[in-house]
């Protein structure tokens, strides 16, 4: 079974701090994908990433950043947290190809909040 | 730019019913749709992927079907559980590598 690995469940933080979230696959996904996701929104993309030191961005990567040196793992940045910044945070990973076949796979989401 | 939309946003059946869930997308061309479940405080649990060459795909009491050329799939619960319960969400694969999401439908089965 794919397995997608957020490091915390649960996290608290105080305006201004530096954030990292971070994100494991074991099945040696080429993509991997960062969400976030709030009452009435849905899921949004902030950032993915098709390859190792490769990134793209999504649709709100303002206030944000990510870093992937090494294949299985995938981090979000936030530089400074903001009050806006209290969300889910989800992290995916798929194979990429064939297309047809790309499925994504989901960790079990970081509840963010930002005091 | 594709557009997902999922109705109804929110349902309530009796334990035992039948039901059905609907996803709208607007750009046809696409690789594949993937339904999800989401369980309160969860992340997403695949259910089903149907390839774009694909009209249903089955999974014990869960069913999904595509009709790609009026850019519509639905699931269809049967005999649905109280354990059934969740938010369900549709993704749509047309940009190769990238996902756009429906917002979900909350279904909750009544005992």
């Known amino acids: 079974d794919v397995k997608v690995t957020q490091s915390s469940r649960y996290l608290v933080k105080r305006t201004g701090e530096k954030v990292f979230l971070e994100c494991v696959q074991d099945?040696?996904?080429?993509?991997m994908f960062w969400y976030r996701q709030d009452p009435g929104l849905g899921l949004r993309l902030i950032y993915f990433?098709?390859?190792?030191?490769?990134?793209e961005k999504g649709d709100i990567p303002e206030g944000y950043s990510v870093s992937r040196e090494k294949k299985e793992r995938f981090s979000l940045i936030l530089e400074s947290a903001s009050t806006n910044q209290t969300s889910m945070y989800l992290c995916?990973?798929?194979?990429?190809?064939?297309?047809?076949?790309?499925?994504?796979?989901f960790g079990a989401g970081t509840r963010l909040s930002v005091l | 730019k594709q557009e997902v939309t999922q109705i109804p946003a929110a349902l309530s059946v009796p334990e035992g019913e039948n039901l059905v869930l609907n996803c709208s997308f607007t750009?046809?061309?696409?690789?594949?749709l993937q339904w999800f479940r989401q369980d309160p405080g969860k992340g997403l649990t695949s259910l089903l992927l149907?390839?774009?060459?694909?009209r249903e795909q089955t999974s014990g009491r869960l069913n999904a079907s595509l009709d790609k050329s009026s850019g519509r799939s639905t699931l269809y619960i049967a005999a649905s559980q109280p354990g059934d319960s969740a938010t369900y969400l549709c993704?749509?694969?047309?940009?190769?590598?990238?996902?756009?999401f429906g917002p979900g439908t909350r279904l909750s089965v009544l005992p």
């Open positions: 995916a990973s798929s194979p990429g190809l064939p297309l047809a076949k790309n499925i994504q796979y």
């Open positions: 990433s098709y390859d190792v030191k490769m990134k």
């Open positions: 993704a749509v694969n047309n940009y190769g590598q990238n996902f756009v």
């Open positions: 750009d046809s061309a696409i690789y594949n």
């Open positions: 099945m040696d996904h080429e993509n």
């Open positions: 149907i390839q774009s060459s694909q």
